[in-house]
């Protein structure tokens, strides 16, 4: 089986109990680029992590910036990468 791209996947902390947290971002996701990406995968980790990568580039490290990502944030850092020339609508105008 070939990995279909680009491919999202969200790391979270299974003892953090952030499921609920990463499904919601990879709803959002998958409901604003339906069309643009070939997956997103949800990968359960421990000692606090919560990562979105893209393909093989970390997009969010909430242990490097010490937050979780906004959505708005998020969704811009993701069209920039595989849909750069795409509008996100009321998303742009919040920058």
Known sequence: ???RTPRI???YCTQCRWLLRAAWLAQELLTTFRDDLGEVALVPG???IFEVRLDDETLW???ER???PELPEMK???RDQIAP???LGHTDRHK
């Open 66 to 68: 010490g937050a979780f």
């Open 46 to 48: 421990t000692g606090g």
């Open 1 to 3: 089986m070939t990995a």
């Open 76 to 78: 811009r850092m993701v």
């Open 85 to 87: 020339d795409r509008s």
């Open 61 to 63: 490290s909430r242990k």
């Open 9 to 11: 996947e969200i790391e």
